[in-house]
Structure formats: structure tokens, C-alpha cells
């Protein structure tokens, strides 16, 4: 284990952006965080709960797959793709980190692979930061995810004066090694410390006692047609909020843009929660909000697991608890329809 | 960086069109070179697009055992099939895949006598399956097909139908139209009802395609017959995007119907929610 000083934070992140290019949460006006470039002057957020998740490093909001070019009847297809330059994202809390898993078992593990994803996921290096400011949304422990252990290519830990770096894997080696200069070795006591702190933070959240008890694979049959679905799906606006500020959400749509010069295909992330998600000519197979409500939920929490050796992806991160207009959220929903509650 | 990219499409001509019904249309597809764009099995799909127009999902109605072409049975119903209505021979289209599950023409369907139960555009997927089991004849027993529609002008590939499948020997065509209608001395009457008059024996197996009405009853014939679930296969239909299971329209249960189906048994059906 290495550590540095918070004094000389700054330059380590110089350091690190020599190399590559550095992205930290930081703050906004409206007191919030947000990921954002590094550059001189610009200061790390205390705030790791950034609005929007990270995921978008590895699988933007909106993103080119290929051109077009027509003339007449014919059509030329222009591979748009390129090699993403390397980078870091620093300060990635240990919820955000798991998501990354969920993503990976879509885009990098599974058969086509996509290589978008990889590409980036290939480049990216990211270093995660043991949380110890949980919001009162945050429920990472339900899912087996210990913020005080975060993992990722390098795990850090803060301390009032200090930070403390472990590499996990080559990359994460490789990089520390970078910045051996400016950090030096240590014990881990300073660490066991701030752990158990964290630990007995994350004890006293709303949320802690949240389980998945009731939920999983082969649950589909038993909360499929469950009556509560239509109650709780009632005032739910299909806004889309909560699967945009997931980290997990993967579905996607793929759309033209004619530029004036050529047509680009791009990407960009879509929601279950909309009507026009599964609206075809031929009819609407998800005809309320109600079915559209519990794919999300199902999909989480069942589907997902069921195709992933009982993974649920869902890793508590608690941005479509504090997000959602009318205060609806997975953990109201895990309670009612498979916890305790339904009983 | 890996080359290989699903959503990548490749160039296809259309070199024919046909026109089936005053909503249908079949489009011959080729790669510019004149190959056959890709290989596929019966009851597997493609992605063809207009670029500034869209992407969308096609069964692919000939069959593996054509090696010159792909063609595509398509009906006239939204964004991308109506520009492709108007389309010229000639015309370049972008065209991926194949992706799904075809029908287990090979193992399941083997040595089996087959009923084929289609209405309207949903004999497209079936032709796939038909020509294919027509071109290895001797590895199947007898061939039905009951086939029906709005009225005779809605017959797709009536052609083919007349004078190919019904001179087949061991090949049944039963075909049927919703109303009486001036120069139609066939059976009148709704796909379902027709089914169950025909009466078939029990030890057929029955693929279905059509509007989810004639499914549900067409079901119910065939159960009342003495079907059984294992023994009818039916290609479901839902909005696609990405073809590969990842863009999650088509997700019903833990399945995805673009990667896991479109071929369905109907007790693997049963393990599926309602949702489709």
C-alpha cells in the first residue's frame, strides 16, 4: 500500500494526467457532483455521489456507430470507429464499481462482444475511492457491496490528512507506479481505521436493513402477476429519470441522423419506461405503465439474475431514490412486492 | 481493436421485387458482388435498413437451400417498410445478421409429418421452413399447409402456392379467405374454425404464424384435436433494435426474443410471462 498527502494531491493528479486523460467527480454550483476533465485549479469534490453515474465513460449517453454516405441507389459505409485514447476516472464510489460487472456480463462477456464497450473499457483505468459520505438514498450493502472496500483497477482510501493507493490489477500497478515519486510505502492501519468507521456509517442508513429476500432468479411465476404491481406503478410518470441516472440501465436505441452531408447511426441510451420501447406496427405488448413499471423492476431483479448466475443489477447506488419525481423507487418496490411487507 | 462489430451492417442490391398483395412485396437481396449476403437457417431474421431512414427486423423468407439469394416478404406498415415499398430495383440497402433461432428443421422436425398454420404476412417466416423441408422431401413424412387470408388477394406467394406446393406429392394446401368473394370457389372461413375442420391427426408437428387472434384460437383447435404443447412451435414478433440480445426491446422474462427466439415451442412459452 502507498500513501500521499492531501497537500500534495494536486500535483499527483498532474502526474496522472500526463499520462492519460483524468476524470474526478466535482462540484457544481447547485452543490451537486459531476464527473468532469481534470485540469489545473480544478479540486476533487468531497461528494463521490455524482448525479449522474460514470457509466457513461464506458457507454456514453449518445454515440456514433457508423456512416453513410448515399448517392443515387447506392450506399457507402463508413466505419467511424476509432481507438479511444487512454484514460482515468478517479473517485468512483464501490457501487459504481460493481455496476461496471453488471455492464461488462452485456457488452464485454457475452457473444458478439461489443466493441465499443471493449474499446473503452479496454483504455479506461478506474481508480475507486472507499465511500464514508453515504447518502440516506444509499443501500450498496443489500447487494453485497462494501463501500469500505471498494474494488476496481485501484482502490483508494481518505483519510483527514492522507490518501491510500492499492493497485488490484496490472493497470491499476502501472499506474501507481507512475506517481511512485510523490507517494511512499505504508502500513495498513490507517486504513483497518477508516473501514471500520465506514462500516459503522453505512449501519445507521435508512436503507440498511434492506434485503433481496424474496427476490432472484426463478421468481418470475410467483411476482409476475402480483396485484401490487398496479399499485405502485400508479402515479409513476414513465419519465425515464431513474434509468437514466442508473448505473446499470444498458437498454439502448439506434437512430439515424442525416447531417446534410452523410446519415449517421448512433446510440443512445433508452428506457423501459417509455411507450414507444416495445411499440411496433404489428401492436403493444407493454400496453400500460403499469407492464412497462414491473419490466424494470423484474429485470433487475429476476431477468437479470436469472442470465447472470443470480447477480442482481441492481447495486444500490440510490440515484433513482433521490431522483424520482414522484418518490416511487426499487427499494419501496423491493419491500412491498417480494420483502416482508407482502406477506 | 476488434474489428468484428455486430451493428456494422454490409451493403445489400435489391435485384427484384414482387408484388404479392396490394401490401406486400418481395424483395430479392444480394451483395453487390451478386453472392448471397450470409448463410442462415429457417426461421432466422435479418436487420435491413435505409440509411436516414431506419433499421428494422426481417424473418428471411427464402429458404438456406436457395444459395443464389435472400428474399424478404414484407408488408407495408411503418417508417422503413414503406420506403421500401417504393424502392426500385437497383436500390442499395444495408442488410445484417442472421440472428435468432431457427426451427429445428434438422433434429425436432426430423422423420415428422408437418402442419403448417399460417395467416395473412405470417406465412413469410414459413416459407423459410416449408421450401426447406420440401427440398429435403424424404426426411419428412407429409407436409399441411393451411393457409388463409383477408380476402384472395391477400395471398402471399399465391404463385408458388398453386403451382408448386400443391403439385407436390404428400404436399396438402388448404387454403381459405375470411369472406365469399367473386372468383374464389375455395374454402371460406376464418384459419382457426378451418383447422379444426380439416381435423388433423395428432401426430403432426404444427408450426403457427399470424395475427396473435388466430394464434390464440388456432391453439385452442389444435389442443381440442389432442395437440400437445410440445408439439407446436409458433416465431414470436417484437420490437428490435440491436438483433444480439444487449438493447433490451425484446426482453420477455430472462429471454431475449431477437437471440433466444424467435422460435418458440409452446411449453417453453409457458415458462415466459405474458408480455408478448
Given at each position: 500500500m502507498r500513501k500521499c498527502s492531501l497537500d500534495s494531491l494536486n500535483a499527483v493528479f498532474a502526474k496522472i494526467a500526463e499520462a492519460a486523460e483524468l476524470y474526478l467527480p466535482v462540484n457544481c454550483t447547485d452543490g451537486s457532483a459531476a464527473f468532469s476533465k481534470w485540469e489545473e485549479g480544478k479540486e476533487w469534490s468531497n461528494n463521490l455521489n455524482t448525479v449522474k453515474s460514470p457509466k457513461e465513460f464506458f457507454f456514453p449517453q449518445t454515440e456514433d456507430l457508423v456512416a453513410f454516405k448515399t448517392s443515387g441507389k447506392n450506399i457507402e459505409i463508413i466505419d467511424t470507429r476509432k481507438e479511444r485514447e487512454d484514460f482515468v476516472v478517479f473517485g468512483v464510489r464501490a457501487c459504481d464499481v460493481k455496476a461496471f460487472e453488471v455492464l461488462d456480463?452485456?457488452?464485454?462477456?457475452?457473444?458478439?462482444?461489443?466493441?465499443?464497450?471493449?474499446?473503452?473499457?479496454?483504455?479506461?483505468?478506474?481508480?475507486?475511492?472507499?465511500?464514508?459520505?453515504?447518502?440516506?438514498?444509499?443501500?450498496?450493502?443489500?447487494?453485497?457491496?462494501?463501500?469500505?472496500?471498494?474494488?476496481?483497477?485501484?482502490?483508494?482510501?481518505?483519510?483527514?490528512?492522507?490518501?491510500?493507493?492499492?493497485?488490484?490489477?496490472?493497470?491499476?500497478?502501472?499506474?501507481l507506479e507512475k506517481i511512485a515519486d510523490l507517494t511512499e510505502d505504508c502500513d495498513t492501519a490507517a486504513v483497518d481505521a477508516e473501514k471500520e468507521k465506514i462500516t459503522k456509517i453505512m449501519s445507521k442508513l435508512p436503507l440498511a436493513n434492506l434485503t433481496t429476500e424474496g427476490w432472484g432468479?426463478?421468481?418470475?411465476?410467483?411476482?409476475?402477476?402480483?396485484?401490487?404491481?398496479?399499485?405502485?406503478?400508479?402515479?409513476?410518470?414513465?419519465?425515464?429519470?431513474?434509468?437514466?441516472?442508473?448505473?446499470?440501465c444498458q437498454c439502448y436505441d439506434i437512430k439515424d441522423f442525416n447531417t446534410g452531408k452523410g446519415v449517421v447511426r448512433f446510440r443512445c441510451w433508452d428506457s423501459c419506461m417509455y411507450s414507444d420501447f416495445t411499440k411496433m406496427s404489428a401492436g403493444q405488448p407493454r400496453l400500460s405503465q403499469k407492464e412497462r413499471f414491473r419490466q424494470r423492476f423484474m429485470h433487475k431483479l429476476v431477468y437479470y439474475p436469472e442470465n447472470n448466475n443470480g447477480l442482481f443489477s441492481c447495486v444500490g447506488c440510490g440515484r433513482c431514490v433521490a431522483k424520482c419525481p414522484i418518490s416511487m423507487n426499487i427499494a419501496k418496490v423491493m419491500k412491498k412486492i417480494g420483502g416482508k411487507e407482502n406477506e | 481493436m476488434n474489428n468484428v462489430e455486430a451493428l456494422i451492417p454490409k451493403i445489400g442490391v435489391i435485384t427484384d421485387i414482387r408484388i404479392d398483395t396490394p401490401d406486400i412485396k418481395t424483395f430479392r437481396v444480394v451483395t453487390p458482388d451478386g453472392e448471397k449476403p450470409f448463410e442462415h437457417r429457417p426461421g432466422q431474421c435479418a436487420m435491413l435498413s435505409m440509411p436516414g431512414v431506419g433499421e428494422a427486423m426481417f424473418s428471411i423468407t427464402s429458404s438456406p437451400t436457395n444459395t443464389e439469394y435472400m428474399e424478404f416478404s414484407i408488408k407495408k406498415c411503418g417508417c422503413v417498410t414503406e420506403?421500401?415499398?417504393?424502392?426500385?430495383?437497383?436500390?442499395?440497402?444495408?442488410?445484417?445478421?442472421?440472428?435468432?433461432?431457427?426451427?429445428?428443421?434438422?433434429?425436432?422436425?426430423?422423420?415428422?409429418?408437418?402442419?403448417?398454420?399460417?395467416?395473412?404476412?405470417?406465412?413469410?417466416?414459413?416459407?423459410?421452413?416449408?421450401?426447406?423441408?420440401?427440398?429435403?422431401?424424404?426426411?419428412?413424412?407429409?407436409?399441411?399447409?393451411?393457409?388463409?387470408?383477408?380476402?384472395?388477394?391477400?395471398?402471399?406467394?399465391?404463385?408458388?402456392?398453386?403451382?408448386?406446393?400443391?403439385?407436390?406429392?404428400?404436399v396438402n394446401v388448404h387454403l381459405t379467405i375470411d369472406r365469399e368473394q367473386e372468383g374464389w370457389d375455395g374454402h371460406v372461413g376464418f384459419v382457426p374454425n378451418y383447422v379444426k375442420e380439416l381435423g388433423f391427426s395428432t401426430d403432426k408437428t404444427a408450426i403457427l404464424c399470424g395475427p396473435p387472434i388466430m394464434i390464440k384460437f388456432t391453439l385452442d383447435g389444435l389442443y381440442s384435436l389432442g395437440f400437445e404443447k410440445t408439439q407446436i412451435y409458433t416465431t414470436l414478433e417484437m420490437r428490435m433494435k440491436c438483433g444480439i440480445g444487449k438493447c433490451g426491446r425484446c426482453n420477455v422474462g430472462s429471454k431475449y426474443i431477437c437471440k433466444d427466439g424467435p422460435v418458440f415451442r409452446f411449453d417453453e412459452l409457458d415458462e415466459l410471462p405474458d408480455e408478448y
Open positions: 456480463n452485456v457488452f464485454l462477456l457475452k457473444e458478439p462482444y461489443d466493441s465499443y464497450y471493449t474499446n473503452r473499457r479496454e483504455h479506461g483505468v478506474i481508480i475507486s475511492v472507499a465511500c464514508n459520505r453515504p447518502a440516506d438514498t444509499c443501500f450498496c450493502k443489500t447487494f453485497g457491496i462494501d463501500p469500505a472496500d471498494p474494488q476496481g483497477d485501484i482502490s483508494v482510501w481518505k483519510t483527514a490528512d492522507s490518501l491510500y493507493w492499492q493497485a488490484n490489477t496490472e493497470r491499476g500497478a502501472a499506474l432468479a426463478g421468481k418470475t411465476q410467483e411476482l409476475f402477476d402480483s396485484p401490487i404491481w398496479a399499485e405502485m406503478s400508479e402515479a409513476c410518470l414513465g419519465c425515464g429519470t431513474c434509468t437514466f441516472v442508473c448505473p446499470t | 420506403w421500401l415499398h417504393q424502392a426500385e430495383v437497383g436500390q442499395q440497402v444495408t442488410v445484417r445478421g442472421p440472428y435468432g433461432n431457427p426451427f429445428p428443421v434438422d433434429d425436432a422436425f426430423r422423420g415428422k409429418n408437418m402442419l403448417f398454420v399460417a395467416g395473412g404476412v405470417g406465412l413469410a417466416p414459413l416459407r423459410s421452413v416449408i421450401n426447406y423441408c420440401r427440398h429435403y422431401r424424404e426426411n419428412y413424412g407429409t407436409i399441411d399447409i393451411v393457409y388463409g387470408s383477408r380476402s384472395k388477394d391477400d395471398l402471399l406467394d399465391y404463385r408458388e402456392i398453386i403451382e408448386e406446393w400443391s403439385k407436390d406429392e404428400g
